[in-house]
């Protein structure tokens, strides 16, 4: 099977795209990171993302008079890069529906929240203020709607006695860190596909991989 080609956009730590390049590698996937694209020159991930030999490019939005003309640049920077794939993985900007729609069924994103509860920032501080007993984290389709596309896969985690904002950000990151490579690999191993509005699991692809598309931690009790 030839490589599938990925691209991924960052603004920050980078966690999920180690996971990624890291998954990839283990499992002997038949994936190609070919960029890492950052919106800020600091960001953390693109050291990460050289240090394992991975090319990165930054399309740095404070150069931009509008989000239009962000959104082409980074475009056009997509489109060299001839990718099967774009994840944002902790890609703080909102695209626009242009950029949405010449991408779409080809654009995912992973939200700290179990959607459609929680959209937006601060979804942690949103889960223990809400009371929730269980917190999670969301692998969709991205379309012009913010936290809003087709749902891929999702990963829970109980909420504990004595839970932060930081402790809740670091027991669902962890789980992030596993689901977010396996949906990748269901998209690009054809075992996935975006059809009418809903992610059809064909339960057969080609890559030798697991998709689980809910992820339990194992703090949650089963009865
Ligand atoms: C993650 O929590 C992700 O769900 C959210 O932004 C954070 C990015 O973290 N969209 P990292 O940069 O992957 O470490």
């Known amino acids: 099977m030839p490589m599938k080609r990925l691209v991924i956009l960052i603004s920050g730590r980078g966690s999920n795209l180690e996971a990624i390049l890291d ?22 991930g693109l050291a ?7 090319p990165t490019g930054i399309v740095d939005h404070t150069g931009f008079l509008t989000r239009e003309a962000f959104d082409q640049a980074l475009l056009n920077e997509i489109l060299g890069c001839r990718a099967d794939l774009i994840v944002l993985a902790g890609f703080m900007r909102v695209l626009s529906s242009g950029f949405c729609r010449a991408f779409e069924g080809r654009l995912l994103n992973i939200h700290p929240s179990l959607l459609p509860a929680f959209k937006g920032l601060k979804t942690h501080e949103q889960a223990i203020s809400a009371g929730v007993k269980v917190h999670g984290c969301t692998v969709h389709a991205v379309t012009a709607d913010l936290d809003h596309g087709p749902i891929l896969a999702q990963a829970i985690v109980p909420v504990l006695l004595g839970d932060t904002a930081a402790t809740l950000a670091a027991r669902v990151l962890l789980m992030e860190h596993q689901i977010y490579p396996m949906a990748i690999a269901a998209v690009l191993s054809g075992r996935c596909r975006l059809i009418d509005g809903r992610w059809v699991d064909s339960g057969v692809g080609h890559f030798k991989h697991e998709y689980v598309p809910c992820l339990v931690d194992k703090n949650l009790p089963s009865h």
Not at 29 to 37: D, F, G, H, L, T
Not at 48 to 54: E, L
């Open 23 to 44: 998954r990839c590698a283990s499992n002997h996937w038949p994936i190609e990171v070919v960029r890492v694209i950052s919106n800020r020159p600091d960001a953390q």
């Open 48 to 54: 990460a993302a050289q240090s394992r030999g991975v």
